[in-house]
C-alpha cells in the first residue's frame, strides 16, 4: 500500500452531476488537506482536517464539500459544479506534533477534473 | 497576503547542462520548503531549510536560503532528464496553523 491513494484519478462530469473524490492515507497522520492546482495558478489551499476537525476552509464555493469520517480517509463530494473547477484535485497528509505545526507534506497523484 | 514568485517560469534545457530556479518571497519564510512534481504525480519533498544563509545540497541539486529569508534558490549540476517536473518553492507556517503558501512553479524540461 502506497502513502497516500486518491481515486478516481481521472474524473469527467457533467455540471448537473454529482461525484466524490477519496484519498486514503496509510502513513499514520493526523492532518489531511485538500489541494486545487490549475494550470498558472499556485497550489491553493482548499480544506484541512486535523484529527477528523476542520480547521481551514479557504473560501471554498459550497459545490464543494468536505468529509473527513476518521484519520485515513478524506472525500471532497461534488455537486453543479462549473467549467472553471476543472483542474488536478491534490489530497496531501502530514503528521503535526507538538507545537512544531506541520511537517513534510505527502501528496497523493491526484484526481483530475473535467467538468463539461 | 504572502506572494511567493518563482522564475523561470518555464525552462527547457540540454542534458549535462546546469540550471538555476530562483523563489522570491513578499515576506520573511517562517520555514522554507522545495517540493518536484513529476508529470502526472503528486508534489514530493527535496528539502526544508530554516535558517539564512544555509545551504543544503542533494547530490546534484545545491539548495541556498538568502540570509534575510526571503529568497532561495535551486541550482541543479549537470540536468538528466529525470530531473523534469515542476519545481514548487513553500513556506511553512508557524505552529498554530495549517497553512502552506505555495509558490508559481517553475516548469523544467531536460531534453536527452
Known amino acids: 500500500e502506497t502513502g497516500v491513494t486518491q481515486t478516481p484519478r481521472h474524473l469527467v462530469m457533467g455540471m448537473t452531476n454529482k461525484k466524490s473524490l477519496k484519498c486514503e492515507q496509510h502513513l499514520g497522520h493526523n492532518a489531511m488537506y485538500w489541494y486545487k492546482q490549475s494550470a498558472k495558478k499556485p497550489l491553493e489551499l482548499m480544506f484541512v482536517?486535523?484529527?477528523?476537525?476542520?480547521?481551514e476552509n479557504n473560501s471554498v464555493p459550497s459545490r464543494f464539500s468536505p468529509e473527513c469520517p476518521n484519520s485515513s480517509h478524506l472525500f471532497l463530494h461534488l455537486h453543479t459544479l462549473q467549467p472553471e473547477d476543472s483542474a488536478l484535485y491534490l489530497c496531501?497528509?502530514?503528521?503535526?506534533?507538538?507545537?512544531?505545526?506541520?511537517?513534510?507534506?505527502?501528496f497523493g497523484e491526484g484526481s483530475r477534473l473535467t467538468v463539461l | 497576503t504572502q506572494l511567493l514568485e518563482q522564475s523561470p517560469q518555464f525552462l527547457s534545457i540540454q542534458e549535462g547542462e546546469n540550471l538555476t530556479v530562483y523563489c522570491n518571497s513578499s515576506?520573511?519564510?517562517?520555514?522554507l520548503q522545495w517540493y518536484r512534481q513529476e508529470p502526472g504525480e503528486g508534489p514530493v519533498l527535496l528539502v526544508t531549510?530554516?535558517?539564512?544563509?544555509e545551504v543544503k545540497k542533494l547530490k546534484r541539486l545545491t539548495f541556498q536560503f538568502g540570509d534575510a529569508r526571503k529568497d532561495s534558490s535551486l541550482h541543479i549540476t549537470a540536468a538528466q532528464p529525470g530531473d523534469t517536473g515542476l519545481y514548487l518553492c513553500a513556506d511553512r507556517k508557524p505552529s498554530g496553523t495549517y497553512k502552506y503558501i505555495f509558490g508559481t512553479g517553475t516548469r523544467l524540461k531536460v531534453l536527452a
Open positions: 496531501a497528509s502530514s503528521l503535526i506534533t507538538g507545537t512544531s505545526g506541520g511537517g513534510e507534506l505527502f
Open positions: 515576506s520573511v519564510f517562517s520555514s
Open positions: 531549510v530554516v535558517t539564512g544563509g
Open positions: 482536517y486535523s484529527l477528523e476537525e476542520r480547521v
